[in-house]
């Protein structure tokens, strides 16, 4: 059983280690690429001011935070929706990774160094050199609806980001190709194994007789009648 993890953070900045924080982190579930409907979503207080540049992203407040747990009080049901198998997905992962092992590691939790993680930014560039592969652009290349997007949010990133992931996989699951083909080849042998009813010809005694002198007058020593 394949178990991903594809995630999404928001913060009050870009460099943990300069005391920027986790205001806020999404999740969801997916086996075998397919989603489970398990999600995680929680808010946090950075125990600081929310910058305005990063209010402008998200639309988080330092006012509307200072009433969610700290990082420290959800760090345990964070890591439980992981779990130990869990791969973890996410764009522009080493940004949302060095965050989320920045807090674990500085509140006494385990980090999550151990575990596998996909960046979806790199298979993005992999696949589409030069162009645009921010989260919107990757949504209108695979036509996937981003209209609720007006701004910044974990849990809704993480569930487009999920959408685009398997997008970027091959897009449907080779499961539901295969039981097209299967259709398509049941299609065929049922076409190629109608059986038709026999057809029967009624002929006067003058075709007969016409029939008869045209083989033994016309065609000499036929071979069908020796």
Not at 12 to 32: M, S
Not at 57 to 66: N, P, V, Y
Not at 169 to 194: D, F, H, I, R, Y
Request: glycine share 6%; with cysteine.
């Amino acid at each position: 059983m394949l178990r991903e993890i594809v995630f999404d953070t928001e913060t009050t900045g870009f460099d943990p280690h300069q005391g920027d924080k986790l205001v806020e982190i999404g999740a969801i579930e997916l086996i075998n690429h397919i989603p489970t409907g398990r999600t995680y979503h929680q808010y946090i207080n950075p125990l600081r001011d929310v910058p305005e540049d990063a209010f402008k992203i998200h639309g988080l407040s330092t006012e509307f935070l200072k009433n969610y747990p700290r990082f420290s009080e959800i760090a345990k049901d964070f890591l439980s929706f992981v779990g130990d198998d869990g791969i973890m997905v996410a764009h522009n992962a080493p940004f949302d990774m060095s965050f989320i092992n920045y807090e674990l590691k500085h509140n006494g939790f385990d980090t999550l160094n151990n575990h596998e993680v996909i960046d979806t930014l790199e298979i993005a560039k992999s696949k589409f050199p030069g162009a645009r592969n921010n989260l919107d652009a990757l949504c209108h290349r695979y036509n996937i609806d981003n209209s609720k997007r007006t701004k910044h949010g974990a849990l809704l990133d993480a569930e487009l980001l999920a959408e685009v992931y398997l997008e970027l996989l091959g897009g449907a699951e080779p499961s539901m190709n295969l039981s097209v083909e299967v259709q398509k080849t049941q299609e065929v042998n049922t076409v190629q194994n109608k059986v038709y009813q026999v057809r029967h010809f009624s002929i006067t005694h003058e075709e007969e007789q016409a029939h008869q002198n045209f083989l033994e007058n016309k065609i000499k020593e036929a071979i069908w009648l020796k």
